[in-house]
């Protein structure tokens, strides 16, 4: 029944030793002290102990990575039937932790549920010649990066490829494709894979097991206890374990940065337990604890892994308990141009189907105006007239309350627009990301002057509370830019000041539509959803969205205190604590900002 565990387990070792022999650093002065851990029960063998089988699988066929190759171990235990999809637990670098012996007894004595195991290795691109050249080894690639390359990797090719082997005996394998249902772990950079696609796909992997993780400088792994922090949490439960004589190299110092994720988790409201230990960088006291570690990550399944509340004051202050994001729509081409009218009737754009929908009081969004001549930026004015740019026509167009049309201006290839009480309107003139920008100004007599040039993909754009600056958008970068207002229009202290977090395979934000709320916080559209920065341009708080990347929002309903996201396809909603501002309203001076 333990067909392949002997080389499965000498491969892991293999793999984990080359790994810490290769981030070792040089011997210190102070004695490192022998890592002698007591055994639990769980990791021994027992006589009457039903035993699982250990299913020896190769995989050559990835998309995600492409060209790479790998072994695979599948786990079926005992218990395991057929008849209902099992419980699942991926780790990372093959076989370790004396995992089979630890879940033939804990599923045996009900202290976790009948489990799947799939125990995978990192990916080889195998050399033409292996005599004359090395193999192009990818685990630090796989492994040590963030962003959902490898999460995807699981879901979409070796959990699906696991599904279509069977038992000795014929059982199917059948895998719970509930979040709740999954654990994953490592050890090193296994560790920080296990957390990052847990991260990535927190309903796809509730229970993480992390060991001597990687949460240093090699790929960014270093981010993750500042994200931690400003995100809004996510259902996970964390067991992490270190030693203090870890390594302390080139990358950085692999103990402080493990009790800086277990500091960061805790403000961030996570279930997390940890047990620190005096080792080094091995696999030794993740064996001994692993048993412990599952019980714990298991503990009270079936229910699930709620999300805990952070300690974050800028999400404090801005969700309210259990309103989450709901859908309005879905189905369109590609959403933009979210704005609110004066009674908080909130519109958008489907650029593609040249049609612009209205989210009435039920509710409920329909379709407005079916030609809209491809229109983007939109914006109402102090009288109620609705400004929109018509990127069919390149012009500028204001619709009256019978919806009639007038130009504006001509000839403009517009993104974006801001229209201010005084009639002045902004316009963002993109000429893609490599090629200057430009800023227009259009007075309420028609004349047209650039005002500022420059930004690369220059794109949303929204004034300060007090009304007396202008933020916009360089979404070919990670900037915000903020510019003072002249009573005439011009545009003069022209400054880099929202620093914005980017996506792991990106290198822009992709700022897009902002908007400000009444306490002067700046809520800007980006790759990773919707980023909440401080009147001082910080990012303090992430509100990732449901489909991914958004590009506009908007406050509306009768408080305008629900914001409103388009992204992609989908726009959504979600009703906070806080009021949106609007152009068309009456200057508000926020209090001054904590420094």
Same mark, same amino acid.
């Given at each position: 029944m333990r067909k392949n565990l002997t080389i499965a387990l000498s491969l892991a070792a293999v793999l984990l030793a080359a790994a810490v022999t290769a981030q070792q650093p040089a011997p210190a002065q102070a004695q490192v002290p022998a890592e002698k851990y007591p055994v639990d029960s769980a990791s021994v063998e027992h006589a009457g102990v039903p035993k699982g089988e250990l299913i020896h699988c190769r995989f050559d066929r990835s998309a995600i990575f492409p060209g790479t190759e790998r072994d695979y171990w599948i786990y079926v235990p005992a218990q395991y039937r057929g008849d209902r999809p099992a419980c699942v637990y991926v780790n990372q670098d093959g076989v370790q932790w004396k995992a089979p012996t630890v879940f033939d007894n804990l599923i045996a004595a009900g202290e976790m549920p009948v489990t799947i195991g799939v125990f995978i290795q990192p990916g080889r691109v195998i050399a033409g010649d292996p005599a004359a050249a090395l193999d192009r080894f990818d685990r630090s690639f796989e492994y040590d990066g963030l962003g959902d390359a490898y999460a995807r990797f699981l879901l979409e090719e070796i959990l699906p490829d696991v599904e279509k082997h069977q *038992? =000795? /005996?014929? !059982?199917?394998? !059948? %895998?719970? !494709?509930?979040g709740n249902d999954r654990a994953i772990g490592g050890s090193s950079s296994g560790a920080i894979c296990a957390f990052t696609a847990a991260w990535e796909r927190p309903?796809? &992997?509730?229970r993480v097991f992390s060991a001597i993780g990687t949460y240093v400088a090699l790929r960014g792994g270093d981010r993750y206890p500042s994200l931690i922090r400003k995100y809004e949490p996510r259902a996970l439960r964390i067991f992490l374990q270190d030693g203090s004589h870890d390594n302390n190299i080139y990358g950085g110092d692999w103990w402080m940065a493990n009790q800086m994720m277990e500091r960061a988790l805790v403000f961030g409201g996570y279930a997390v337990n940890h047990v620190w230990g005096e080792g080094t960088h091995s696999g030794a006291q993740g064996t001994s604890l692993f048993p412990e570690a599952m019980r714990w990550l298991w503990k009270g399944w079936p229910q699930p892994v709620a999300k805990g509340g952070s300690a974050n004051q800028t999400l404090r202050d801005i969700l309210l308990p259990g309103e989450e994001w709901e859908l309005v729509g879905e189905k369109y081409g590609f959403t933009e141009g979210t704005a609110a009218d004066a009674r908080g009737n909130v519109f958008y754009q489907d650029i593609p189907a040249s049609t612009t929908y209205r989210v009435d009081a039920d509710g409920r969004a329909k379709v407005f105006y079916k030609d809209a001549k491809r229109a983007s930026g939109t914006c109402f004015a102090a009288d109620g007239s609705r400004y929109e740019v018509a990127g069919a026509t390149k012009q500028i167009l204001r619709y009256d309350a019978a919806g009639k049309p007038t130009v504006i201006a001509d000839n403009i290839n517009g993104n974006d627009l801001l229209v201010m009480?005084?009639?002045n309107v902004y316009v963002t003139v993109p000429d893609g990301s490599e090629r200057p920008s430009k800023l227009i100004l259009i007075r309420p007599g028609g004349e047209k002057l650039v005002v500022d040039s420059g930004l690369k993909f220059i794109n949303?754009? *929204? %004034? *300060?509370?007090?009304? *007396?600056? %202008?933020y916009v958008a360089e979404s070919a970068s990670h900037w915000v830019w903020i510019y003072t207002i002249r009573p005439d229009g011009s545009l003069v202290n022209k400054q880099r000041f929202g620093w914005l977090h980017c996506p792991d395979n990106s290198e822009t934000a992709w700022p897009d539509g902002m908007k400000? /709320?009444? =306490?002067g916080r700046l809520y800007v559209a980006t790759r990773l959803g919707i980023q909440v920065l401080d009147p001082l341009g910080r990012v303090n708080a992430i509100l990732p969205v449901p489909s991914g990347q958004a590009s506009n929002c908007c406050f509306g309903?009768?408080? &305008?205190?629900? %914001?409103?996201?388009?992204?992609? /396809?989908k726009v959504y909603r979600r009703k906070l604590r806080v009021r949106g501002c609007n152009p068309f309203e009456a200057p508000n001076k926020p209090g001054p900002p904590h420094l």
């Open positions: *038992t =000795a /005996d014929g !059982r199917v394998i !059948r %895998l719970s !494709r509930n309903n796809e &992997f509730s009480r005084n009639g949303g754009l *929204t %004034l *300060t509370p007090d009304e *007396t600056q %202008l400000c /709320d009444s =306490a309903g009768p408080g &305008f205190d629900i %914001l409103y996201v388009s992204s992609g /396809d």
